[in-house]
């Protein structure tokens, strides 16, 4: 799954050392976001249900390696990891409660900032 | 791992046990053992791993996680910090998330994120791939957190699944799913129930149950067992096994 | 990934010998069988050593725990997954298994 670049080792959280930024500027808690719709090879850990939806920044978690089979150039970039919040509405077609709402986890590379 | 057999002549042995065993070798005992023989001697792990990881497995249990909820209800200075960083708070209640590796498992990782419920957000928690859980401080996860009924209809149809459960919200409270899908594990903290006032941190842990800290259940004075109706009717035991006595 | 069924796993399986049978009937109240925890510990290793992902492992055993297994509850269904899945990726062998369950039972039963 999550595999070490070359050259990297373990650091003691089981995560990369933190080095450079990841691909552009982070997002931060509040901002309103959209799943990408990348193909569907790249993911690996991905939800379909998420995909193309809205939603907002709950947290930043850590950062991370970006998988060898998901990143462009194998240079072990590393990426921030976001909770997003989406409501169940905007997931779901019909769904009857409207202040309930559904988190999970996302990379940066799969997110875009999204429209309001 | 080690433990007695005793078989053939009635008697023999089974006055000094404690308690009762299942006293045949089933096939799956042995195909658990030659399979596990066979992955060492391919050089898939070694038996050091294997040794230091089934003492891990036998360690863990939810009883971790009732003594954290027990003790953020009693003590809002550790609530605070149980919040901010959840590994940082396991380590004073006992539980080391860089166990057994010194990095965590390949399951658990190190990001661990208590859930606050309050009376207008209940959190629930899934992981649709593939039934993630916060095991250092839970144990292992439970059969029906595993299904992929369980993992697929809980994001779309939450108020249902909890239903079945036996717990219905009013509609104005927010439903939160976490779908644990990347490195942070959760654990959910209830809202503390009427009728437990001036009660100690035991009496606390013993209505802590784990569905209460998965989610799929409120914790309340006089409820110390998740108890889940059958989900589905089982064979029952073929007189046949009457010879293996 | 495939779900012929496997010869060696179809004459291991059986309904009556699942813990979930044995326990009540020997009236044991633990709920689980001695190997869970080596089993766990076993996909752990497998895990953490890379031979079989966890990601992998669990879809593998998500498909034949809604086909094959489907019948046969936990943890034996999981024990027979995973046997399943590193049989099906050259793990193991279906010989090796055979005769190593030959040694095994041998072994356990000479008191």
Known sequence: MRRLGPGMKKSKTGHSPEKAAATGALFKVGDQVRVRDMPYMFYTRSQMYTRGVAGTIAALTYKDLIPEEEAFNFDGRIEQYYIVRFRQKDLWPGYPFDNDTLQTECPHRWLEPAKN | ?245 | MSVDRIALLETTRNQDKTWEALAPHYGVTNPNPPWKTSLTAMCDCLAVNGALPALDRRKAEDELAETLYSDIPSPERELLALVHTMVSRGLVTEADLASRMSMVRARLETV
């Open chain 2, 1 to 245: 791992m080690s433990h007695t057999h005793s078989h053939g002549k009635p008697g023999a042995d089974t006055h000094h046990k404690a308690a009762p065993m299942v006293e045949e070798i089933t096939d799956y005992e042995v195909l658990e053992i030659a399979v596990r023989e066979l992955a060492i001697e391919h050089g898939l792990f070694t038996a050091e791993d294997h040794r230091r990881f089934t003492e891990w497995a036998e360690s863990i249990g939810p009883a971790a996680g009732s003594r954290l909820v027990a003790k953020a209800w009693t003590d809002p200075a550790f609530k605070a910090r149980a919040l901010k960083d959840g590994v940082k708070a396991c380590k004073e209640i006992g539980v080391d998330w860089a166990e057994p590796t010194g990095v965590g498992t390949p399951s658990d990782y190190m990001e661990f994120h208590v859930l606050e419920d309050t009376p207008t957000l209940h959190h629930v928690i899934v992981c649709t791939l593939c039934s993630c859980y916060p095991r250092p401080l839970l144990g292992m996860s439970p059969e029906w957190y595993r299904t992929t009924n369980y993992r697929r209809r809980l994001v779309r149809w939450p108020r249902q699944v909890l239903a079945e459960f036996g717990l219905i919200l009013p509609p104005e409270v927010e439903v939160r799913v976490e779908d644990s899908n990347q490195k942070c594990r959760f654990m959910v903290l209830p809202v503390r129930p009427k009728g437990t006032e001036n009660w100690t941190e035991e009496q606390l842990e013993a209505i802590v149950t784990r569905d209460c800290m998965i989610g799929v259940a409120l914790p309340k004075p006089g409820r110390t067992a998740d108890v889940h109706p059958i989900q589905k009717a089982r064979r029952p035991v073929e007189s046949s096994h009457q010879e293996a006595k």
